[in-house]
């Protein structure tokens, strides 16, 4: 089993920043891709953010330049720092985490989803 905390969500004016957290405990081997994606009222789930265990990221083009992903490999945590906020960014947001799990010495692909938080963007 493997768990997915998020935390970081809420309600911020426009222009204004929120950093979400999302920790990932359990029976993990190994953790590679993990990311962020968002799903607004009336629309698909997205593609937010990503980020390789060595680092290399990758970001819609709605984000770049306003959102930034980075992670603690020890703690098998990812972040979203989001500045510049807009209304268009409403929406809940989820981690993806992506790897290897252990289960009593039997490996599994890993392809896990958190809860999701809602982030709020509005005067």
């Known amino acids: 089993q493997v768990q997915l905390v998020e935390s970081g969500g809420g309600l911020v004016q426009p222009g204004g920043s929120l950093r979400l957290s999302c920790a990932a405990s359990?029976?993990?081997?190994?953790?590679?891709?993990m990311g962020w994606y968002r799903q607004a009222p009336g629309k698909q789930r997205e593609l937010v953010a990503t980020?390789?265990?060595?680092?290399?990221?990758n970001y819609a083009d709605s984000v770049k330049g306003r959102f930034t992903i980075s992670r603690d490999n020890a703690k098998n945590t990812v972040y979203l720092q989001m500045n510049s906020l807009k209304p268009e960014d409403t929406a809940v947001y989820y981690c993806?985490?992506?790897?290897?799990?252990?289960?009593?010495?039997?490996?599994?692909?890993?392809?896990?989803w958190g809860q999701g938080t809602q982030v709020t963007v509005s005067s």
């Open positions: 359990g029976s993990i081997f190994r953790v590679n891709d």
């Open positions: 993806n985490v992506k790897g290897v799990t252990d289960l009593h010495g039997s490996y599994w692909p890993l392809d896990s």
């Open positions: 980020i390789t265990s060595g680092g290399s990221t």
